[in-house]
């Protein structure tokens, strides 16, 4: 089977090659979905490929405003052949119109072509007359060969029963949902002749952004069905104590995770780890999602860590991310971006609880950290994960996180009552595959961070 670039970035990859070549694909949604930037993102970049690309926008709108409309797009390509229908028209006689795009395709002779929005074609028949006119008009596509892409404002339900899904190869479906504060895109690949709509067991639905530079969609990460593990290598955690208690350090490729309450020290522990790397040339990547880069490295400076050092070097990167204004999917792909550019050999995620704010479903939220840790596992990576819980529990109790049986390895810190002050305690009640000290161990944070006493 012969492709075409959908102009979408991922989305060929999503498709197993892009467009198929003479195909006629339905862009669903409701109205504000994004169907018309995802047309002319794709007919802009086929025309600066230097395909023959014409739109039919169904409009009874001007020229000049339509012009100056398209213009706001940062990647408008002014080499698309642009033919208007006028709406008007195509409502009182779509015979007629009909044989006009029959004359433009016959004249331009396109291998791009879009028509946007085509449900409202046939609006004047009787079910039986709209469905042999639309059989009609994709006898006509065919002749002609063109790859089409064609818009209906159809919701979910409507595009199964809709003449349009039946005469199309592919329907990508567009929705938005309002979840709490935030608004989310999804795409959709409902039907595409030629793959399965759940790729390698993957979800068939992705979440997107509409913005001046078109749709940006982010794609869920990839696990290979084989991972290499390093059997016996351990890594330091950059506490001597610490790593006394767990045989010698953290095993390489695991995920562990920093479980307290507030003032226990948990970033202090996730940096001591990153930094313990960074000293050994390992490059690291920190991800925030609480506090920015410039405020950890102002604070985390009176241990004598200087973050910024080893930023400039290339050895570190951070990520800060305000979870209102991205999605879960979208974050992951920044990760995986940091950790791809350095080579990171060691992760630290600061508070991944603050994650519950973008996805409030507990099983959600546990497969989404799920195939992190998995896919920075595969990718060879070591990671700490702090969580932070509220109230006291008693030193060797084990609070409850939703999050706790797909990790490697525990660690608590917590406070232990001595009579008329509060001392830290530290105690490790799970990591897999090694002998580790089963004692609760008392340890102070000081000018060069914590040390186990």
């Known amino acids: 089977m012969k492709y075409c670039s959908s102009g979408i970035k991922y989305l060929d990859e999503i498709l197993g090659g892009g467009l198929s070549k003479a195909s006629i694909i339905l862009i669903a949604g409701t109205a504000g979905t994004g169907k018309t930037t995802l047309v002319l993102q794709s007919l802009s970049k086929a025309a600066e490929s230097g395909e023959k690309v014409v739109y039919m926008p169904i409009t009874s709108m001007s020229a000049e405003k339509m012009m100056d409309y398209f213009h706001n797009y940062s990647f408008f390509n002014d080499d698309i052949m642009i033919h208007p229908i006028d709406r008007s028209t195509i409502e009182k006689d779509p015979l007629t119109t009909l044989l006009d795009i029959g004359n433009i395709l016959a004249s331009t002779d396109p291998e791009r072509l879009a028509i946007n929005p085509l ?46 899904s039946h005469i199309s190869d592919g329907v990508i479906f567009l929705d938005r949902q309002i979840t709490g504060h935030r608004m989310t895109r999804e795409m959709e690949i409902m039907k595409m002749r030629g793959m399965s709509t759940s790729q390698n067991g993957n979800s068939s639905v992705y979440e997107f952004k509409v913005e001046q530079s078109g749709i940006s969609l982010f794609p869920k990460l990839e696990l ?31 995920t562990v995770l920093v479980v307290g309450g507030a003032g226990t020290g948990k970033t202090v522990l996730g940096l001591h780890f990153i930094i313990a790397g960074l000293m050994l040339g390992e490059p690291g990547v920190i991800v925030l999602l609480e506090e920015h880069e410039n405020q950890l490295i102002r604070e985390v400076s009176r ?42 050999k060691r992760l630290f995620f600061d508070n991944i609880y603050k994650l519950e704010s973008a996805i409030s479903d507990a099983l959600e939220l546990k ?3 799920n195939l992190l840790t998995d896919f920075l596992k595969y990718k060879g990576i070591t990671v700490m994960l ?47 595959s090694s002998d580790h000290d089963m004692s609760i161990r008392k340890y102070i944070i000081g000018n060069n961070g914590i040390e186990i006493i």
């Open 119 to 164: 449900t409202t074609m046939g609006y004047g028949f009787s079910p039986t007359e709209r469905r042999r006119f639309f059989y009609s008009f994709d006898a006509m596509l065919q002749d002609f060969s063109a790859q089409t892409l064609m818009t209906g404002e159809l919701s979910r339900t409507e595009i199964h029963d809709s003449i349009l």
């Open 386 to 432: 702090t969580y932070e819980v509220s109230g006291s529990f008693n030193p060797g109790q084990m609070p409850e996180v939703s999050i706790s049986s797909i990790v490697d390895a525990i660690i608590l810190l917590h406070f232990i009552d001595e009579k008329s002050r509060f001392d830290h305690g530290i105690s490790i009640p799970k990591i897999r």
């Open 367 to 369: 497969n989404h950290i």
């Open 303 to 344: 241990f004598g860590w200087d973050l910024k050092s080893f930023i400039d070097q290339g050895l570190l990167r951070i990520i800060y991310s305000n979870l209102n204004n991205i999605s879960p999917d979208e974050h992951n792909l920044m990760i995986k971006s940091c950790i791809e550019e350095i080579g990171a």
């Open 224 to 254: 290979k069905t084989t991972m290499e593990l390093m059997d016996g290598d351990r890594l330091s955690t950059g506490v001597d104590g610490l790593d006394k208690m767990i045989s010698g350090g953290i095993p390489k490729q695991s």
